[in-house]
């Protein structure tokens, strides 16, 4: 740890984009619209985050780190990491996060996920959660 006093990790903002069956909107721009939301609610700017944390079996493919980094404008990244699928991989995410901010690593940490099923014909959600 850094420096001499503890450090306790807290969700500061919750960030959501619009539900719908069937969404004009990307994806990618679903997850930037919650992170937005939960940078404002944190009241946080994007070059105050220092890490980037997810899932690992939908998001590499759908809304990847690198690219959540860039779209963002997050210029002060330190890590980012992908963590176990099938659900349990966004707990993990949350984990991860918190114990680089209490070891001192980092100050800020981004959470996200979000799913595109209802971009298809046969689907009907899409959402972003987003926790920082």
Known sequence: MRGTRARTACIAGVGESTYSARSDTPLAGLVLDAVDAALTDAALGPDEVQAVHTESLVMPSRVSTDKLIALAGFGDVRTAAYHSGYGA?????????????????????????????GDRKSTRLNSSHITI
């Open 89 to 117: 991989g966004v707990g993990q995410a949350v984990v991860a996060a918190a114990e680089a901010i209490e070891s001192g690593c980092v100050e800020n940490a981004v959470v996200y996920f979000g799913v595109d099923f």
